[in-house]
Nanobody, 117 residues
């Protein structure tokens, strides 16, 4: 099982990007979904998460700038990123959190976001 992430790229500071991640329906319907990021030399950190019921939470550093959403019909989770800053530069990973089902997480391949100043 694999998640397919897309949408990374190079953008100037202040710009916007939208990341998307597709998951198999059998996983998506029961999983809380999230986006993490890892900048060079730093630990992977949670950016945003959305529960299977639609509840969201965000890292303080992205509140008001990023929006996570899920499309249960298309079984995709998206991260709309606005007002991007150079410090948002990182590899972004989507994840299906199945911990409430006593299963391990399923990670997607990373997608690189580079924000130039």
């Amino acid at each position: 099982v694999q998640l397919q992430a897309s949408g990374g790229g190079l953008v100037q500071a202040g710009g916007s990007l939208r990341l998307s991640c597709a998951a198999p329906g059998s996983i998506f319907s029961i999983a809380d979904m999230g986006w993490y990021r890892q900048a060079p030399g730093k630990q992977r950190e949670l950016v945003a998460a959305i529960s299977s019921g639609g509840s969201t939470n965000y890292a303080d550093s992205v509140k008001g700038r990023f929006t996570i959403s899920r499309d249960n019909t298309k079984t995709t989770v998206s991260l709309q990123m606005s007002s991007l800053k150079p410090e948002d530069t990182a590899v972004y990973f989507c994840v299906a959190d199945l911990s409430k089902h006593r299963l391990g997480p399923i990670w997607g391949q990373g997608t690189l976001v580079t924000v130039s100043s």
